[in-house]
Nanobody, 119 residues
Framework: QVHLVESGGGLVPPGGSLKISCAGP????????MNWFRQAPGGQRTWVAQ???????KYVDSVKGRFAIYRDNDKPTIHLQMDSLKPEDTGTYYC?????????????WGQGTRVTVSS
């Protein structure tokens, strides 16, 4: 059983900043493309950002220039720094690992951390 554990969610006013994190097994995080998804209340889960094992990060257009995804391979942990937050960024944020196993690709998910942007 692979456990990805998100942390750092909370309530923040519009324009504020928040950093959320995802911790997991080193053998999973170090070799997997790691993603953040979010799900707004009553909405579908949508992709937000990805950081591959090597190479540059990718973002959905709505968060470009405001969010930054990065790795801390020493821990190992994935972080999502969120700046200039907007009410539409509200939702539950999920960490995802796309693990390239020897015979198949396996998706692992965390339990989510809630982010609320409101005054």
């Amino acid at each position: 059983q692979v456990h990805l554990v998100e942390s750092g969610g909370g309530l923040v006013p519009p324009g504020g900043s928040l950093k959320i994190s995802c911790a997991g097994p080193r053998n999973i995080i170090s070799v997997s493309p790691m993603n953040w998804f979010r799900q707004a209340p009553g909405g579908q889960r949508t992709w937000v950002a990805q950081i591959p094992p090597t190479g540059g990060p990718k973002y959905v257009d709505s968060v470009k220039g405001r969010f930054a995804i990065y790795r801390d391979n020493d821990k190992p942990t994935i972080h999502l720094q969120m700046d200039s937050l907007k009410p539409e960024d509200t939702g539950t944020y999920y960490c995802n690992a796309v693990y390239p196993g020897s015979d198949r690709i396996t998706n692992y998910w965390g339990q989510g951390t809630r982010v609320t942007v409101s005054s």
